[in-house]
Structures are given as C-alpha cells and as structure tokens.
T-cell receptor
Framework: QQPVQSPQAVILREGEDAVINCSSS?????VHWYRQKHGEAPVFLMI?????EQKGHEKISASFNEKKQQSSLYLTASQLSYSGTYFC???????????FGTGTKLQVIP | DADVTQTPRNRITKTGKRIMLECSQT?????MYWYRQDPGLGLRLIYY???????NKGEISDGYSVSRQAQAKFSLSLESAIPNQTALYFC???????????????FGPGTRLTVL
C-alpha cells in the first residue's frame, strides 16, 4: 500500500519554508526522499533508518517518527532550484523494496 | 557516461505489439527494479530482482514480464501492449540493503512509452 503524502501541491515564494509529510499504515524500516524535476529521473535526497533519526542536507532536512510511521521533509529558505515533485518511499522489510507515495508538487516562485 | 542507461528513450507502438525496454548499469549493483510513472500516481513497482536468479513481482506486474540477463542487464517486456500501458518507465538499481544510510536507488533517465 502506498504511503500518503501531504500536501499534494504547494506554492512558495523564495525564502519561505515548507513541510512535506509522509505517512504509512505499515511499520517501517526506512524512509527515502527523492526529488524529481519535470521530465527527469528522481534524484535521491536522503534516507532515514528506524531509530527516529533526523538528517540534514544543506537547507533540506527530514525526520522519521518510527512509532507513528511518519516522516517529514523540511525545506527552509526555499530557492527556485527546489521546485519539483517530492516523493517519499517507504521500506517495511529492510530489503530495499521501496513503495513510493504519489508525490508533492512544489513550486518556488520569485 | 551514465551509470544507469535505458533504451529506447522514447517509443510509440500499436496495440497488440510486443515491446522490450532495456536497462543496463555500470554501478555493479545486484538489485534492479522496474517502475512505471503515471501522472498523479507516483512511481509504482512492476518487478524487482535482487540477483540474477531472484526475480519478484511488484505491485502491478500483470501484463509485464522481465528478464535478468546478467548482473548489469534487466529487461522489461510487454507481450501484447495495450493503451493503458502508456506511461513513463524507469529502471533503478541499488546496493545490498544492509540498513546503511547509503542504501539508495539510482534511477535511469526513463523511457516514455506510448501505446496507440
């Protein structure tokens, strides 16, 4: 079953912050986050393993609440280059069989 | 050179035709995957292979078959294409899932398939 992402779409002005949520009905081993630009392949952002860790990548960070089976992606001080569709992927078995959500379309405008 | 390549990049075919999409990788990964992407539905797993002798069905395998010819090659076939198989198809690879923070999937550039 696909994880549920929210919101489905968001428009930001440069410099604003955003949070994208990912929720699963299954116990999770890991959560993966990818960004896809229009017409391109998804590109890996980060992976979070069970243990409730939080990771960061420049101004993009994420948290993983294992008990709630939820993850959130935080984008701070957004830049035009952040535009794209963000996908979370969940792995329940630890075997790299990832199920992706339907995506959150993020548009950053000047 | 790209680590994960897909051929063809674009293909238009007719209903009932057999078509094969090919994926090659130079990353040395054991695990390979085929996904299809449709607007609003995200990426859905068709088949995955953890090594040459281990092939598994994903969420939406009906109407598709695969062949793992070698560690580096994983092909997806549509035996008799139908219009609702029109989609963007991605191949991906990953290293062994040992729970490391580097366990990520690397995607090919995609094949845009149109079935008329």
């Amino acid at each position: 079953q696909q994880p549920v992402q929210s919101p489905q779409a968001v428009i930001l002005r440069e410099g604003e912050d955003a949070v994208i949520n990912c929720s699963s009905s299954k116990a999770l081993y890991s959560v993966h986050w990818y960004r896809q630009k229009h017409g391109e392949a998804p590109v890996f952002l980060m992976i979070l393993l069970k243990g409730g860790e939080q990771k960061g990548h420049e101004k993009i960070s994420a948290s993983f609440n294992e008990k709630k089976q939820q993850s959130s992606l935080y984008l701070t001080a957004s830049q035009l280059s952040y535009s794209g569709t963000y996908f979370c992927g969940t792995d329940s078995g630890g075997y790299q069989k990832v199920t992706f959500g339907t995506g959150t379309k993020l548009q950053v405008i000047p | 050179d790209a680590d994960v390549t897909q051929t063809p990049r674009n293909r238009i075919t007719k209903t009932g035709k057999r078509i094969m999409l090919e994926c090659s990788q130079t990353k040395g990964h054991d695990r390979m995957y085929w996904y299809r992407q449709d607007p609003g539905l995200g990426l859905r797993l068709i088949y995955y292979s953890f090594d040459v002798k281990d092939i598994n069905k994903g969420e939406i395998s009906d109407g598709y078959s695969v062949s793992r010819q070698a560690q580096a090659k994983f092909s997806l076939s549509l035996e008799s294409a139908i219009p609702n198989q029109t989609a963007l198809y991605f191949c991906a690879t990953s290293d062994i899932g040992l729970g490391r923070s580097t366990d990520t999937q690397y995607f090919g550039p995609g094949t845009r398939l149109t079935v008329l």
